[in-house]
């Protein structure tokens, strides 16, 4: 028998996403670029490991919106804003298995661009043109309104600005930035949400790899 991806080389490693053996250079080359790999594959949790252990830190001319500052202090007092956004984000892909880190950076980036514009008091709205990412984009965007309405109902009004939703969104597009592997279908930044935000909504209170690039 040979790999039934390159016909070359012998199978040896099984990969759940094709329900067959495949060879360990078509397990590397293909991993979420043809194959669309299932999450607890133990071949992708390793690749996972690895790519942590091994990644350089991003280059700062990379950051989404480099010129905006992040003091850490925003970012935590601010948590379980940030945790109803990474919940949103996670809820619709469990509806919608297919979502990648694509996808979700786009309709972050789209939705950091609303929020931007509505902080100087001009209203502007381009929703992402690819499906998925445009309805990701009004699914965030609802929950936001929601938050909004409850935080109004409990306090009598909603604290929450523009400029707020618009920073903990570029803070997220880093995260995805520096989580990403940029394969197209990646999901390693999904999965780093959801192994770092609890339905609670409170601030982890051990150290996590969490940073505020």
């Known amino acids: 028998m040979s790999c039934p991806i390159c016909s070359k080389r012998p199978p040896k490693r099984f990969c759940p996403a094709k329900g067959e053996k495949i060879c360990a250079i078509c397990c590397g080359r293909e991993r979420e670029v043809t194959i669309d790999c299932v999450p607890d594959c133990p ?14 830190p991003v280059p700062a001319q990379e950051f989404p919106y480099r010129d905006i500052e992040l003091p850490p202090d925003f970012v935590y007092e601010r948590w379980p804003v940030l945790s109803a956004l990474a919940e949103s984000i996670l809820a619709f892909q469990a509806q919608n298995r297919n979502l990648t880190d694509a996808a979700a950076s786009a309709a ?5 661009e609303t929020y931007r514009t509505l902080g100087t008091g001009i209203y502007y709205e381009r929703p992402p043109d690819a499906p998925l990412a445009r309805a ?37 597009l880093r995260v995805a930035r520096q989580e990403t592997n940029g394969r197209p279908l990646s999901r390693a930044f999904l999965d780093f949400l959801r192994s770092h935000f609890s339905p609670a909504g409170a601030a982890p209170k051990e150290p996590s790899r969490i940073v505020v690039p």
Request: hydrophobic letters at 50%.
């Open 136 to 172: 990701l984009y009004a699914h965030i965007a609802a929950s936001l309104d929601d938050w909004r309405k409850q935080e109004a109902q409990r306090a009598g009004f909603s604290s929450l600005k523009d400029t707020e939703i618009f920073r903990l969104l570029v803070f997220l």
């Open 43 to 56: 071949h992708l949790l390793a690749a996972r490991r690895y790519e942590a252990e091994h990644r350089k």
């Open 108 to 112: 972050l980036t789209a939705l950091a």
